[in-house]
């Protein structure tokens, strides 16, 4: 499709384990951005790429959260030791342009047990 | 520290009749606010934005007004529709430098048929 593609839609891991969530944003999208969003809440910033470039990660919330973007198009946000704060819907999104609207992929819901 | 509030979780609303749903931030920095629409188990749809420099934008049914100096904005919908059932998320960010955007907790608009 031409949208934003995430996968898995869903991921349950046990507390310790190593994850790996991918972003495919819309062909073309020079701008990516991962978002967590808790239960009830608003989507919170993580991180912010301009093709390659990691621009800003002030929101990834500890050393275990890494993401990269290493030809500019897909992005992968990694968990290491994940803990069970850790569950949460993660969002991608992109845009075309600078400034341009954000579109967001379906999310990947990460269930830490 | 919430620098977008959205303060009513919930709004029920009359098929037919308007709905409002209200906004307030306190980062005097953002000149760029965006309303965002959520169906459940999919990811935020862009609704409509607007720039700091007006106080209007209109698409079709929805409108958003922005008054700047009460850090306050509010996105009209007229009239309400069945389909507009959803959770709604204010964003704002500044119109320059980062691009990240700021969420609120989101209202949940059910439209009574």
């Known amino acids: 499709g031409a949208g934003v593609s995430q996968s898995p839609r869903y991921k349950v891991a046990k507390r310790g384990q190593d994850v790996a969530l991918r972003c495919d944003p819309i062909?073309?999208?020079?701008?990516l951005f991962w978002y967590q969003q808790a239960l009830g809440q608003g989507p919170e910033f993580l991180t912010y790429?301009?093709?390659?470039?990691?621009?800003?990660k002030s929101g990834l919330p500890s050393d275990r959260f890494f993401a990269e973007r290493p030809e500019g198009s897909v992005s992968t946000l990694k968990i290491q030791r994940t803990q069970q704060e850790d569950s949460a819907v993660y969002l991608c999104?992109?845009?075309?342009?600078?400034?341009?609207?954000?579109?967001f992929g379906q999310g990947t819901r990460l269930t830490v047990v | 520290d919430q620098q977008v509030k959205q303060n009513s979780p919930s709004l029920s609303v009359q098929e037919g009749r308007i709905s409002i749903l209200n906004c307030d931030y306190t980062?005097?920095?953002?000149?760029?606010f965006l309303w965002y629409k959520k169906y459940p188990a999919e990811g935020p749809t862009f609704l409509i934005s607007?720039?700091?420099?007006?106080d209007k934008n209109e698409d079709g049914r929805f409108t958003v007004f922005l008054n700047k100096s009460a850090k306050h904005l509010s996105l009209h919908i007229v009239p309400s529709q069945p389909g507009d059932s959803a959770v709604y998320f204010c964003?704002?960010?500044?119109?320059?430098?980062?691009?990240?955007?700021?969420f609120g907790t989101g209202t949940r608009l059910t439209i009574i048929p």
């Open positions: 607007i720039s700091s420099i007006k």
């Open positions: 964003a704002g960010r500044p119109d320059f430098g980062n691009e990240k955007l700021t």
């Open positions: 062909s073309g999208h020079v701008s």
């Open positions: 790429f301009q093709n390659e470039a990691q621009l800003d």
């Open positions: 999104a992109s845009s075309l342009v600078r400034q341009g609207e954000a579109f």
């Open positions: 980062n005097s920095m953002f000149d760029y």
